[in-house]
């Protein structure tokens, strides 16, 4: 499983960065005399409605989605870890007061904080950074603090401490050893759920603007080509899917190994 | 009854909490809008050439736009405390109007997917969880795993694909004609039901293994009388809890499905109001949408409190 979505990843990820090196043309160049060229032997997976190169554009797109997806779940999980180990540590009404944050967070749907973001600077990326970063770091909050507190009152992280040994040496040696499987997991489902909310506001039009080659946009902007060019919505699609289930292939063998 | 109570305040502060905090940010968004806010929206709701500066101080007055900043703010949560959102910036009709109106639909919406959801999920769960390890188990397992890989605007664009345009069986969009509620709400169900047959074989495996379980066939009921007596109960429990985590999910499968669809409710205001850059409406929606979700976790947390006699006593 864990090979199927690493192949999965290698291979997007090697369209992204190889892919405009290969066909040597830029993500908005248009060819008004190649329009809707069915894939083939110049063109890979064709052309779309204003002669652009699909394998160019998924590129790029690509390369957009994961950039953000990995951007937010990095900033969602360092202060995520951070507070939740603080709060098992602490206890008292630093860990109440964190809790109630998290919980209140919690009933906030990411996407609703991306969208109000977004009405602050429409077309813009960095909504998504700080709206997924603010909405993704609880479940990094809840999980450490509930591993952590177990952790904390076991015989080994006792004996550490009785032993002299500070909080560094415990952190590094006891706590983050056993929480690594399960933030790697979280972190997994994080970059999937930043790519889909990316997609989606796109999508729908309240997301990033074209020229921006984007899988949501792509997605609507071959829509009313279904029947004629059908590869056009074909390649997003596809390709959003196949990072999603390559995704959810790492994040199932994880927790599976756990 | 204590118990009770702790729950309730928890929840309420939560409810405060994140009023204030939406409200707070809408309030900053009315603020930080490029150019003159006051003469935008006199312009959308009067039309362009009927502007006067007069329609635009008035929408300044109206606002609060012309107090200083952390004055507004006061009056701002003043106004939410007394539960008064304002009026539409763009149809200058007050945000509840516009609400109560939309929240109809979504409310039909909402509701015809979690009774699909729990019209697929179910049966297919229970028989799974009653033969666990099975064929039907396996092939469960698997098409939930893959229908919750897909993004929700992907689902129905491909339903739309195939029941409005290869098949015309259904609407592909509106709510006027007959049968548009069908495939939005089989979007939501469809993403809705993956996990939720998970939980419901999950619940009947443990169940049916349980002792009282088995002796309750032994002492002669038939399976029906015993699924009713000891099963039902006990699978509701998880799938309630469940499905209060879910509201989430739902609430963003409502703003993006309701959007592909063009059914008129609450979800579909939020983008539009987003458009038009139309703050009381954008927090109108927005607060209604997690209080919502505050509201029904307190509910589920209490209806859980009363069908499972085991958690009244922690």
């Not at chain 1, 060819?31 to 997976?45: N, T």
């Not at chain 1, 983050?176 to 489902?189: C, H, S, V």
């Not at chain 2, 900053?28 to 006199?42: E, H, M, N, T």
């Not at chain 2, 694909?161 to 509106?174: D, K, S, T």
Request: a positive charge; charged letters at 10%; one cysteine or more.
């Amino acid at each position: 499983m864990i090979r199927l979505g690493l192949s999965l990843l290698a291979l997007l990820l090697a369209l992204a960065v190889f892919g405009p090196w290969l066909t040597g043309v830029s993500a908005s160049a248009q060819d008004l005399e190649r329009v809707l060229m069915p894939p083939g032997l110049g063109e890979w997976l064709g052309t779309d409605n204003l002669g652009r190169s699909v394998v160019t554009r998924l590129a790029y797109a690509i390369r957009l989605s994961t950039g953000l997806a990995l951007l937010s779940v990095l900033s969602a999980a360092v202060p995520g870890t951070a507070l939740g180990l603080l709060a098992a540590w602490r206890g008292g009404w630093v860990e109440r007061l964190l809790v109630m944050l998290a919980d209140a967070v919690l009933a906030l749907p990411g996407l609703l904080l991306v969208l109000i973001l977004l009405a602050f600077a429409p077309g813009a990326i960095w909504p998504f950074y700080v709206g997924l970063a603010l909405v993704l770091w609880v479940e990094y909050f809840r999980v450490v603090r509930a591993q952590a507190r177990t952790l904390l009152a076991s015989p080994q992280v006792e004996a550490a401490a009785l032993m002299g040994f500070g909080w560094p040496y415990i952190l590094r040696c006891h706590l983050l050893p056993e929480l690594l499987p399960i933030l790697l997991t979280l972190m997994t489902l994080g970059v999937a759920t930043a790519v889909v909310a990316l997609s989606t506001a796109g999508y729908i039009g309240v997301g990033l603007r074209p020229p921006t080659a984007e899988l949501g946009l792509m997605i609507s902007e071959a829509f009313p080509y279904v029947f004629e060019a059908p590869w056009l919505i074909i390649a997003p699609v596809a390709t959003l899917l196949l990072l999603i289930a390559g995704l959810a292939c790492i994040a199932e063998a994880l927790r599976r190994a756990r | 009854m204590k118990r009770i109570g702790l729950l309730l305040a928890t929840r309420l502060a939560q409810a405060l909490f994140l009023a204030l905090g939406i409200s707070t940010l809408c309030f900053f968004l009315l603020r930080a809008l490029p150019g003159d806010v006051a003469f935008r929206i006199a312009a959308s709701r009067y039309g362009l050439d009927m502007v006067t500066t007069a329609a635009a101080e008035a929408v300044r007055a109206e606002l609060n736009l012309d107090l200083p900043a952390l004055r507004a703010l006061g009056h701002w949560w003043v106004a939410l405390l007394r539960f008064d959102l304002g009026v539409s910036a763009i149809t200058g009709r007050a945000v509840w109007t516009e609400l109560a109106q939309q929240l109809g639909h979504t409310v039909q919406l909402a509701v015809a997917a979690v009774a699909l959801a729990l019209a697929i999920s179910a049966p297919l769960g229970v028989r799974a969880g009653l033969n666990p390890g099975g064929r039907l188990d396996t092939a469960l397992l698997a098409g939930a795993l893959l229908l919750r890989a897909i993004p929700p605007f992907l689902l129905g664009l491909l339903l739309i694909i195939a029941f409005a345009l290869i098949l015309p069986l259904a609407p592909a969009a509106g709510h006027l004609e007959q049968g548009t509620l069908f495939l939005p709400a089989l979007t939501l169900a469809l993403g809705l039901s993956a996990p939720l047959a998970r939980i419901v074989r999950d619940a009947m495996a443990q169940v049916s293994s349980t002792p009282y379980y088995a002796f309750s066939r032994t002492k002669g009921l038939s399976e029906a009388a015993t699924f009713w007596r000891h099963g039902l109960r006990n699978i509701a429990v998880p799938v309630l809890a469940y499905l209060a985590t879910q509201l989430v999910f739902l609430i963003e499968g409502v703003v993006v499905i309701e959007t592909l669809f063009a059914w008129p409710g609450i979800g579909h205001a939020l983008i539009h109001a987003l458009f038009g850059r139309d703050v009381p409406m954008i927090q109108g929606v927005v607060l209604v949408m997690s209080l919502g979700i505050v509201l029904f976790n307190a509910l589920v947390d209490l209806v859980c409190l009363l069908l499972d006699p085991r958690e009244r006593t922690v």
